[in-house]
Nanobody, 116 residues
Framework: QVQLVESGGGLVQPGGSLRLSCAASGNIFTYIAMGWYRQAPGKQRELVAS???????NYADSVKGRFTISRDIATNTVYLQMNSLKSEDTAVYYCHARPSVSSTSWGQGTQVTVSS
């Protein structure tokens, strides 16, 4: 079972930036994909951004041009750089890993609140 530990959430004003980190217990270079999801109160969990084993990235339309997913294979860490944050970005953000076709892991979640 892959362990995922997120950090970097917090309170930020609209227009501000945050960087989330997700440290994985395994070798992320071998994983099929890793990604970030978010869940706002009363809403379903949704994909924010993902990166595949070969480095292909995918973003939700709502965050394109503002968020960037990246990874550091040496430290087994995936990042989500969030710029130009809006109130509607407020949610609990979850790191997700898909090490193989038959396995999936979630982090504990980190709260991001965008408010003045």
């Amino acid at each position: 079972q892959v362990q995922l530990v997120e950090s970097g959430g917090g309170l930020v004003q609209p227009g501000g930036s945050l960087r989330l980190s997700c440290a994985a217990s395994g070798n992320i270079f071998t994983y099929i994909a890793m990604g970030w999801y978010r869940q706002a109160p009363g809403k379903q969990r949704e994909l924010v951004a993902s990166i595949t084993r070969d480095g292909a990235m995918n973003y939700a339309d709502s965050v394109k041009g503002r968020f960037t997913i990246s990874r550091d294979i040496a430290t087994n860490t995936v990042y989500l750089q969030m710029n130009s944050l809006k109130s509607e970005d407020t949610a609990v953000y979850y790191c997700h890993a898909r090490p193989s076709v038959s396995s999936t892991s979630w982090g504990q979640g980190t709260q991001v609140t965008v408010s003045s």
